[in-house]
């Protein structure tokens, strides 16, 4: 019997010392399969990673490296994209800094892997996506949502034709973040400043169009409102600036079917709900409400029959009608369990569908959601092909 083989893949990470990079790719993604041994092939043979540390600050990148046993780190990118041991780039860079170097490793022949969204615009977007077909690599971009447990169970009950026909998903997303003054905000300033490609529309709208498209279909067109509630805000030193970029979005969303999706995106909210996101899906077999992990159901044969009253005090108990899921199943990080799937695709050849012409479908949702507000219209979305 032969000896099953480990391949080892070196990975190029690019900002891990921000927020997002560090603990949730570098940590709980590479770190823990490292750790963990690997990934293990139907074959019987294991792929294996192996970063190194890309960044500004070298004397950051030597902390992380030596607190998490990492050989190597560089503040030399050209140099780490030259080298045909690291064949994977994975970028967590602010979005203002994320398609030149994208472009960069296009050129150097490595695979991608990167957050979204891929760039400030859908025509760069596209161009990367093409660039990267062209050079034959292959690229993933981050769809964590779709990995959440909530998320896993609601796709289940979607495939099991638990709705009968979908009719309309319900969205909140967001929670109170501080303005800084009396106490320090928990998001990073840059995202309240156009010019640094801030905003909550660029952010979750990407994230908004692939859980739709792949949880419920195509999207048709974007309606949305934008709104800076909150202008004066204090950055990490202390400093007031005015903010440039929503802090909240509303919209409709038409999906291919008839579905109606409307999705509330707001960092000027205070929380009345069970989690920080929740979806509410209505079909006419039944509705689910689901979050980051749990998950309700409620089917027509064991729906109420409210009647309006206006006069009488209502006391019946409506969160009552709602039935738990169970979690049958041991969910992995969702950054992880990508990243797996990622890293299969990448060494068995296999088409991978979160690709970059996926991320340029969000940064086109993203970028119609700003037109809509702006112009105070419905932006009807036409599909995006590489040629």
Do not use: C
């Not at 970063?51 to 503040?75: C, F, M, Q, S, W």
């Not at 009345?272 to 006419?284: A, H």
């Amino acid at each position: 019997m032969s000896q099953a083989t480990t391949r080892e893949i070196g990975i190029i990470m690019n900002g891990v010392s921000g927020r997002m990079g560090y603990r949730q790719h570098l940590v709980r993604s590479i770190l823990a399969i490292r750790d963990g041994g690997g990934i293990e092939l139907p074959d019987g043979s294991r792929i294996t990673v192996k970063p190194i540390l890309v960044g500004r600050n070298e004397a950051k990148l030597a902390e992380l490296a030596a607190k998490h046993g990492i050989e190597d780190y560089t503040t030399d990118l050209d140099a780490a994209l030259a080298d045909p041991k690291w064949e994977i780039y994975a970028d967590f860079l602010v979005t203002k800094a994320r398609a030149s170097a994208l472009r960069k490793a296009i050129a150097a022949g490595k695979a991608i892997y990167t957050e979204k969204p891929t760039a400030e615009s859908l025509d760069e977007a596209l161009e990367l996506a093409r660039l990267a077909d062209a050079a034959g690599v292959k690229t993933g971009v981050v769809h964590d949502k779709l990995y959440l447990p909530g998320l896993q169970k609601l796709k289940r009950l979607i495939d099991s034709g638990f709705f009968g026909r979908i009719l309309s998903v319900r969205g909140e997303f967001g929670y109170w973040v501080f303005e800084g003054d009396w106490q320090p905000a928990q998001r990073p300033s840059w995202n309240y400043r156009t010019e640094d490609g801030g905003g909550i529309i660029v952010d979750m709208f990407p994230h908004w169009n692939y859980v739709l498209e792949n949880l419920f279909g195509e999207v048709k067109s974007v309606y949305a409102q934008a709104a800076v509630h909150i202008a004066d805000r204090w950055d990490e030193h202390g400093e007031h600036y005015t903010a440039t970029a929503e802090d909240a979005a509303y919209g409709i969303f038409e999906i291919e079917g008839g579905i109606v999706a409307e999705i509330n995106s707001s960092w000027t909210v205070r929380v009345n709900r069970d989690e920080l996101v929740e979806f509410q899906v209505d079909g006419t077999h039944g509705s689910a409400v689901v979050g980051l992990f749990g998950a309700r159901i409620q089917p027509r044969n064991a729906t109420p029959k409210p009647v309006w009253n206006p006069d009488l005090e209502d006391s019946h108990d409506y969160d009552a009608d709602w039935q738990e899921i169970p979690t049958n199943d041991v969910f992995l990080n969702g950054f992880r369990q990508q990243w797996e799937e990622y890293l299969v695709s990448f060494v068995e050849g296999t088409k991978y569908p979160f690709d970059l012409l996926s991320g340029a479908r969000g940064v086109q949702f993203a970028e119609a959601g700003l037109t809509s507000s702006a112009e105070g219209r419905k932006v009807a979305l036409s599909p995006l092909t590489l040629g």
